[in-house]
């Protein structure tokens, strides 16, 4: 027998490349070539550099401010605040004048700490939030609300009620 008659055991087995498991398909997340599909790639993005650079500058709200920078002034790094208050929920509160209506008297003050004590809203993350009336309903008795914003055919109805806008 001769080096050269020697088969190989798997002869048409192809050598395993690329990805080497990983579940995200062939390439495991490293795309095609380049630097960064390489074994071994650990390559600071230059942003760090600039963050480790300017102490003072760190976090998610950093801004370049140097005229010398390579971004432009007023921008934000995007890799710090990803995906940062993308769910925040809006802390207006919302209420129509036919819940006024019925939850209050004539000549009675309305703001949102009143609301708050009546139940008809209540705090986002422990804050009272700020409150808008809308102009759906009817209403008849005069109130006077303050600390609300309030739209345009709500303001015309309260003010048609004989009722105040602070």
Not at 109 to 128: C, F, Q, S, Y
Not at 145 to 164: L, P, R
Request: aromatic share 6%; charged share 35%; proline share 6%.
């Amino acid at each position: 027998m001769q080096l050269y008659e020697i088969k190989p055991i798997h002869r048409l087995k192809k050598p395993k490349r690329v990805g080497r498991g990983g579940k995200r398909g062939t390439y495991s997340g490293h795309g095609i070539k380049g630097q960064r599909s390489r074994a071994g790639r650990r390559f600071k993005p230059i942003i760090r550099e600039l963050i480790k650079k300017y102490p003072k500058l760190r976090g998610y709200k950093f801004k370049s401010k140097i005229n010398h920078s390579p971004f432009p002034i007023g921008w934000v790094a995007q890799p710090f605040n990803k995906g940062c208050g993308k769910n925040q929920k809006s802390k207006i509160t919302i209420l129509n004048l036919e819940i006024l209506e019925k939850k209050f008297n004539s000549a009675e003050k309305v703001n949102p700490e009143i609301l708050l004590e009546k139940r008809i809203i209540r705090k986002i993350k422990g804050r009272i939030p700020l409150v808008k009336i809308l102009g759906k309903g009817k209403l008849t008795k005069p109130l006077i609300i303050d600390g609300c914003k309030v739209s345009k055919s709500a303001k015309e109805k309260i003010e048609k009620a004989n009722g105040q806008v602070k």
